[in-house]
Each structure stands twice: as C-alpha cells, then as structure tokens.
C-alpha cells in the first residue's frame, strides 16, 4: 500500500497570506491528524478528522482549521500566516476502528517558511 | 490533558552499548504508547508501541517496558549500531484522546 502523501513538499509564503497543505491518507484508513513540530516545542497537535468530521483539536488558534474529504483527503489551512508559523506540517493516518489509541502512520510533511 | 516528559533530551553511546529513555505520563486513562524514530529531514517512524494490558514487548534489538502504577514507560536499545542515531519519541493517548501527545524527544547519538 502507498504510505501517507503530503502536498507540497516545501512552501514559502510572506506574512498575512494563507496556505492550504493536503494530506492524502494510507488508503482504507478513515482518521487524519495534524501535527506542527517545530525544534522549540516538539510536536504539538493541531486537530483530527474522521468521517469527514473534527474529533479532536489542539490549543492553537482560530486561524488553524482543516477539513476532510468523503475520500479521507485531509486539507488543513492557516490563515493570516505569522513568522511563528514556520514549521514542518505533518499529518498522520489511522484505520480508526472507533477507538481511541490506534497506530498512526506520518507523511512525510510539509515545511512551510514565513517570510 | 495528558503530558508527557521524555528524559534524557541528548544520549551519546558507543556502538554496541545499550541506550534507555524513559517517558512519563499523566493520565491515567491513556491505553496507548508508542515510540517514533525520526531521522535528519524524514517522517517519524513508528517503531515499537505498547497497549496498557502489556508489561513488555520487545522486538530484536528493541523492547519496552510500561508500568501503569508509576506511569512511566521505557525503550531499551541493545546493542547499538550508528544507524540508530536519530531522534526518538516517545507518545501516550487513549481513554476519549484520539490524539498522540509526544514527549520533546531525545537526540540519540552512537559513536562508531
């Protein structure tokens, strides 16, 4: 089976402007999570979806959402982009059975820079 | 919410020597742990986790270790070789979290 796919791969943007990375997940599973790791504070959790739905998100602000797809696609989107926003953009992907606990697979990320 | 402290944050061994990190948690109803490899530029790589109704597991030269009581569990590397160099992480969820909460990792470094 193909592995989690993150496009694109790198992204400059300026400060202010909004970015949209995509997450396509290991196909059959139905549960996508974003991550922000940045070398300050690890990895922090953004938010998970699954049937096409948020379960889950972390402490960040309103200018972080996502969205998924009724193909599990994944899309998460920052608007009003800040320096503190340069970071690598990783998303992870689980069968989810329903419970809580499951194995999650990473892409291979997305680094973004805000310039 | 949950939280996890991982220790040490550096680890430098000579090949062939043992490597021990350790991970607490808070919450107790966290069922889940597993520990991610991450090497320079790469994706985390799952390589060994743990469910709380095991003691142990190991895999060749990987095994962990939990103990729900304490909260704390820990990855045992044996007889290291300079292709573990990397970072490692460690991660609790489970109960209503379907999230992974890390801990800040560890910069394992094993000199030839």
């Known amino acids: 089976k193909a592995g989690v796919t993150q496009t694109p791969r790198y992204l400059i943007k300026t400060r202010g402007q909004q970015v949209t990375l995509s997450c396509s997940p290991i196909s059959g599973h139905r549960s996508v999570s974003w991550y922000q790791q940045t070398p300050g504070q690890g990895l922090q959790f953004l938010f998970e979806?699954?049937?096409?739905?948020?379960?889950n998100k972390g402490n960040f602000p309103g200018r972080f959402s996502g969205r998924q797809f009724s193909n599990s696609r994944s899309e998460m989107n920052v608007s009003t982009l800040e320096l503190g926003d340069s970071a690598l953009y990783l998303c992870a992907s689980s069968l989810s059975r329903g419970q809580a606990g499951e194995t999650q697979y990473f892409g291979p990320g997305t680094r973004l820079l805000v310039l | 919410g949950e939280n996890v402290e991982q220790h040490p944050s550096t680890l430098s061994v000579q090949e062939g020597d043992s490597a021990v990190i350790k991970c607490t948690y808070s919450d107790s109803a966290s069922n889940y742990f597993p520990w991610y490899k991450q090497e320079l530029g790469k994706r985390p790589q799952l390589i060994i986790d743990i469910r709380s109704n095991v003691g142990e597991k190991k895999d060749q030269r990987i095994a962990v270790t939990l103990n729900k009581t304490a909260k704390h569990f820990s990855l045992h590397i044996t007889e290291t070789q300079p292709e573990d160099s990397a970072v490692y992480f460690c991660a609790a969820s489970g109960g209503s979290n379907y999230k992974l909460t890390f801990g800040k990792g560890t910069l394992l470094t094993v000199n030839p």
């Open positions: 979806y699954f049937s096409e739905t948020q379960r």
